[in-house]
């Protein structure tokens, strides 16, 4: 039994939703707060990845993180087919999940709690921090749990950016892809069960947290 | 000392506001739409004038002059307190908490929370929440919340329009002893006449974005400007007449082809003027009594109670009116009943020529 697969999948989907938050976050709250030139194209591009195909996404990342990118020549910073490309993989094709959810949830919050928050003194990031963001966290987490078992599940774009390394970047759809492909389909049964009982266990969890957070 | 002068553009709506009050309850008076909440919002820094300049005890926090926006201190700047008509309490923060809110990083937090709440009768609520308060309550934590930054002007939008007739008198009556303490200038908005005369000092009466009237409440009630001002204010009877003569000590008219004596004036005979008499101020008057000015016969055409009051709505003979009535009349319960007017519809009634009032044809228009 290989548990590295399960592991690096886990690792991948848990940082990948670090990243989702702290963008995804400052994205939800700029759009749905803010007016600004440009409001509808950041929109727009933010959901792109809901509904182009995973290959595309890949290749977009290639570009952005392969030879002759910025990332690479400026920064320095190489990982193509390393785990971490499939952290940023992962991420960006969970980005939208997180933006729509928590955008809406912050669009909900009265805006009047925001203004009165303003007139006690109360300097802008107290207001997010304080105010909207404790009011919107039903939305906010629901929208880190659909980035999670998106992100969890990425395939396409991983395999194009990551590639398909065992033991260095193949997670676990990639290995149950392969296991397939190679007609081992005992381990292969055992990689999928697994990963539908940690996918159901987290879900669970989160539910019934939430449930018993807010009254 | 609060002073407003400035004009905002807001889609197809223009606001031009003039105002200057002291340590006072003033009175925002005018029908929903007329721009009432965007003046306390501009006051509060929550939106920007295009034009004009907002003081607050002579600190200059809003200057704009051809466009150019020269000073805007942000709300969390202004010192302005803020009760919202839905109150915008935190749901998620206890009652001790909502108030804390605006004292962060100050000393002696826990004594002031505790004796704000005392005194809007709060200190037993502190841990709550504010969906486990009625709305009386949670109104007063909204008041409590705003007082305790120690505001230099306090708003509050329709405060009380939410609460049942009981609990806002008192809450009314709780904000007055409140004002005299703390010597706070307050700025009270609503659409109701009968809270624009419990609260206020002074009132403004707003319509369409513009100030029509300032004055005490008296003046307001007795002498309006404006046709607009008589009407919010419960004038119901309102007329267009011609002057046929005017003297310091009578101006006769001439309404619908009767004469009516007003008040002395120096209008110009032959000019357009709008006469007005409030619905409480109409004298019924008994048979053969020919002794008052401007008596006039006529019959009721209807009746609706108000329960300590009854409006009478009174056609007069040889009535030209193509409504229903000519003349509303509102009478306590015990005058109805002394005349028998439940049986006999018909009577003289008697418009009292000092309690008419003159509106000159001339400031029917806009004016500043």
Redesign the interface.
């Known amino acids: 039994m290989q548990w590295h697969p399960l592991i690096l999948s886990l690792q991948v989907a848990s940082l990948a939703t670090v990243v989702v938050l702290i963008v995804g976050l400052g994205l939800a709250l700029l759009l749905a707060r803010r007016r600004f030139p440009g409001h509808t194209v950041v929109d727009t591009v933010v959901n792109l990845p809901l509904v182009l195909p995973p290959s595309v996404l890949g290749f977009y990342l290639l570009f952005v993180l392969g030879r002759g990118s910025p990332v690479k020549e400026w920064l320095g910073i190489d990982i193509l087919f390393t785990w971490m490309a499939a952290v940023v993989a992962s991420a960006t094709v969970a980005l939208p999940l997180m933006v729509r959810t928590s955008k809406a949830a912050i669009e909900s919050v009265?805006p009047?709690?925001e203004?009165?928050?303003?007139?006690?003194?109360?300097?802008e990031w107290?207001v997010i921090k304080?105010?909207t963001l404790?009011?919107a966290r039903r939305g906010i987490i629901a929208g880190l749990v659909l980035a999670f078992a998106r992100a969890l599940g990425e395939f396409g774009a991983t395999l194009m950016v990551a590639g398909n390394i065992p033991g260095r970047t193949q997670t676990v759809p990639l290995a149950i892809y392969d296991l397939v492909q190679s007609n081992r389909v005992r381990e292969a049964n055992v990689l999928v069960l697994l990963m539908t009982a940690v996918s159901f266990a987290i879900l669970w969890g989160v539910n019934r947290w939430q449930r018993s957070w807010w009254r | 000392m609060v002073r407003l002068d400035f004009r905002k553009r807001i889609g197809d709506f223009h606001l031009d506001v003039s105002l200057d009050m002291g340590e006072e309850v003033m009175v925002l008076f005018g029908p929903s739409g007329s721009g009432k909440t965007s003046i306390l919002s501009c006051l509060?820094?929550?939106l920007a004038p295009d034009e004009g300049h907002i003081t607050v005890n002579g600190d200059v926090v809003f200057e704009a002059t051809g466009g150019r926006v020269l000073r805007n201190l942000?709300?969390?700047?202004?010192?302005?307190?803020?009760v919202?008509q839905?109150y915008?309490l935190?749901?998620?923060m206890t009652v001790a908490q909502n108030v804390a809110?605006?004292l962060?990083g100050q000393p002696d937090v826990p004594p002031r929370v505790e004796a704000v709440l005392k005194t809007m009768r709060l200190e037993d609520m502190a841990g709550r929440y504010p969906h486990q308060l009625s709305g009386g309550q949670q109104q007063r934590v909204a008041i409590a919340?705003?007082l305790v930054?120690q505001p230099r002007v306090l708003l509050l939008d329709e405060p009380f329009s939410a609460l049942d007739t009981m609990v806002r008198d008192r809450l009314q009556h709780e904000l007055v002893v409140l004002q005299e303490e703390w010597l706070l200038p307050i700025i009270y908005v609503t659409h109701s006449l009968g809270d624009a005369f419990a609260m206020g000092h002074r009132i403004a009466v707003v319509n369409e974005g513009r100030i029509e009237q300032v004055g005490p409440k008296e003046e307001i009630l007795n002498c309006p400007r404006s046709r607009a001002v008589a009407r919010f204010t419960g004038t119901r009877n309102i007329y267009e007449a011609q002057v046929l003569e005017a003297t310091p000590q009578a101006t006769t008219l001439s309404w619908e082809g009767r004469s009516v004596v007003a008040p002395g004036s120096t209008l110009a005979p032959g000019s357009g003027v709008t006469f007005c008499i409030r619905p409480e101020q109409v004298m019924l008057l008994r048979e053969g009594d020919d002794s008052k000015e401007n008596v006039f016969r006529g019959e009721i055409a209807n009746e609706v109670s108000r329960g300590p009051s009854i409006s009478l709505f009174f056609r007069l003979d040889g009535g030209q009116s193509q409504d229903d009535y000519d003349l509303e009349i509102s009478l306590p319960i015990h005058v109805y009943a002394r005349f028998h007017l439940d049986t006999q519809k018909r009577l003289a009634v008697s418009l009292k020529k000092e309690a008419i009032h003159l509106i000159p044809e001339a400031s029917q228009g806009r004016h500043r």
Do not use: C, M, S
């Open positions: 009265d009047n709690l203004k009165a928050a303003r007139t006690l003194g109360a300097p107290r304080e105010v404790p009011l | 509060a820094g929550l942000p709300p969390q700047k202004r010192r302005v307190g803020y919202f839905d915008a935190f749901p998620h809110y605006g962060r919340r705003a930054v």
